[in-house]
């Protein structure tokens, strides 16, 4: 049974940065791709970015597009998202995504 835990969310102001990261056991973790989702206050959730198992050919929301970066450590089962130039409407519960199962997720709070 795959268990997701997601940290590194927190309280910044717009033009900040911070780095996800999302620790993964209880399975192959280069057996699959990965994703970020992300679900602000009354929304639906949102998909922000996935990477394959190897760590090419990265996919972003456009809204995100050169402002965050997805990677993965695979000798530490990890996967990251480091966010820079943050802004309000990048608000929300982050969470890593393996085949559909998410973790607790990690808020993110951009404000001054």
């Known amino acids: 049974e795959v268990h997701l835990v997601e940290s590194g969310g927190g309280l910044v102001q717009p033009g900040g940065s911070l780095r996800l990261s999302c620790a993964v056991s209880?399975?192959?973790?280069?057996?699959?791709?990965m994703s970020w989702v992300r679900q602000a206050p009354g929304k639906g959730l949102e998909w922000v970015a996935s990477?394959?198992?190897?760590?090419?050919?990265?996919t972003y929301l456009d809204s995100v597009k050169d402002r965050f970066t997805i990677s993965r450590d695979n000798a530490k089962d990890t996967l990251y998202l480091q966010m820079n130039s943050l802004k309000p409407e990048d608000t929300a519960v982050y969470y890593c995504?393996?085949?559909?199962?998410r973790g607790q997720g990690t808020q993110v709070t951009v404000s001054s």
């Open positions: 995504s393996w085949r559909g199962t």
């Open positions: 209880g399975v192959t973790f280069t057996d699959y791709g």
């Open positions: 990477i394959s198992p190897y760590g090419t050919s990265p």
